[in-house]
């Protein structure tokens, strides 16, 4: 406790309150009341001080880790790779504090995630007179993450901003029924994952999930592809071949379990109309037949266009609108999403680094500052994709900017005649404003 005591002369704060009067057992009184874990280590990495809320967290008292080296206290992920008190001490004080997650293993053998920052200690002559390890306990912060992600499915649906918490908050209540629901977003921003999402976290999870894509084809064709076809009498072709063969619609095999429409507004008229009286009525009469069959499936569809807009160009009923948008989740674009693109990024970093084996621990500040400045237009899989590349070409630790894809590190001038970049509006953001938001800015 001395080595920790004698920093007070060689720091002009300290100093200032030594004058003041400050008692050589007020800092580490100070020290012991922070709601945050502090352990404050010598040059030789040995344990001198445990704070009460480190106590805690790790389980030993600080009298009995006294002199005992760090590795064998503050146990975890930093002891194999990258320690940043090693680093303090290798360095010979001469690095700044560093901060690193990961997972420190307590008296119980329980893992517990953290945030450890590394702080050097100097002395006047700049030397190292020992570190200060500050310790967050993050096992609430990360039980949350956890749990929003198994909502959406791992390494799917994943986001800290506000409407993302929202939406990922709502999801189990609205996993639970049976209503119908509709998806808006922007391509890429996920709708294929959430609703996916929303049928693993259903009752319905055990039974089918159908993606319907509404191709163009003859409305016959895609009657028949829908809402399926009956047989003749007693559901058998004809041995001349006067009837055909029965045939389950998309309906049919998503029996008991979801339907998923990925693009509502490229229905016809005609089908959507059908739809709707399914809706209503659970049941569906097939393309050649009589009697309605009933039906138990939990509709989910979805647009990357504005739906409003849709009803008002006349590509989708109205009334099928209103009775879709009773239940209505909407994924925002990424440059709407500020403090995420930094987490989206940390996030698919691991998960390609884990997947393709490599050392790569995070983002120079340049690559970083690059990747938030950047628009995104493709959302979330542009994003993902461009992790993916970056993680395969880095061949070291950190992702630098000539690791990023060329589009991000050389992007295209805009035109002058403003063509290029009011296409770019028309799709990015919202009708009639010719601006591009705020929030780009900020992401």
Not at 71 to 94: D, N, T, Y
Not at 198 to 214: D, G, I, K
Not at 294 to 309: H, Q
Request: proline share 7%; hydrophobic share 40%.
């Amino acid at each position: 406790m001395d080595t920790i005591l004698a920093t007070r002369a060689h720091l002009e704060p300290f100093a200032g309150l030594a004058a003041a009067g400050l008692d050589q057992a007020d800092l580490p009184r100070i020290l012991r009341e922070l709601p945050f874990g502090v352990a404050v280590l010598d040059r030789e990495r040995r344990t001198l001080f445990l704070n009460s809320a480190l106590e805690r967290l790790t389980g030993y008292t600080s009298a009995e880790v006294a002199g005992v080296p760090c590795r064998h206290v503050l146990r975890g992920s930093f002891c194999l790779h990258h320690c940043p008190s090693l680093a303090a001490a290798k360095a010979g004080g001469g690095c700044p504090s560093e901060s690193r997650e990961g997972t420190l293993i307590n008296r119980h053998r329980r893992k517990v995630s953290v945030r450890l920052t590394s702080v050097p200690v100097l002395d006047r002559n700049g030397a190292l007179l020992c570190t200060l390890d500050v310790i967050e306990d993050l096992s609430a912060l990360k039980e949350l993450e956890g749990r929003l992600t198994r909502t959406a499915g791992p390494g799917t649906i994943v986001g800290r901003c506000a409407p993302m918490e929202h939406l990922l908050r709502i999801l189990p209540a609205v996993a639970g029924s049976d209503a119908a629901v509709l998806l808006t977003g922007e391509s890429g921003t996920g709708k294929d994952l959430l609703a996916e999402a929303l049928h693993r976290a259903s009752p319905r999870a055990r039974e089918s999930f159908v993606r319907v894509n509404a191709t163009p084809m003859p409305e016959a064709l895609l009657d028949v592809e829908l809402f399926g076809q009956a047989g003749p009498s007693g559901g058998q072709a004809d041995d001349q071949g006067g009837g055909a063969a029965p045939r389950p619609g998309k309906f049919q095999l998503a029996q008991n379990g979801t339907l998923y429409l990925s693009e509502i507004a490229d229905m016809p008229l005609a089908q959507q109309g059908r739809l709707l009286r399914l809706l209503d009525e659970k049941a569906v009469v097939p393309a050649g037949g009589e009697r309605p069959m009933r039906l138990n499936v939990r509709v989910v569809a979805a647009t990357g266009r504005d739906p409003e807009a849709l009803v008002a160009a006349g590509l989708l009923r109205q009334d099928l609108f209103h009775r879709l948008n009773a239940v209505r989740l909407h994924l925002p674009p990424v440059r709407e999403r500020g403090e995420d693109v930094q987490f989206l990024l940390t996030h698919f970093l691991g998960l390609f680094a884990t997947k393709f084996r490599k050392p790569v621990l995070g983002f120079s500040e340049d690559a970083l500052a690059q990747l938030s400045a950047y628009d995104y237009p493709g959302n979330v899989r542009e994003l993902k994709n461009m992790v993916e590349y970056a993680v395969m070409v880095c061949p070291g630790e950190l992702v630098l900017p000539e690791h990023l894809p060329p589009h991000v590190r050389f992007p295209a001038p805009s035109s002058p005649s403003g063509l290029q970049g009011g296409a770019a509006a028309s799709a990015n953001d919202k009708p009639g404003t010719g601006k591009k938001p705020a929030a780009r800015k900020k992401a």
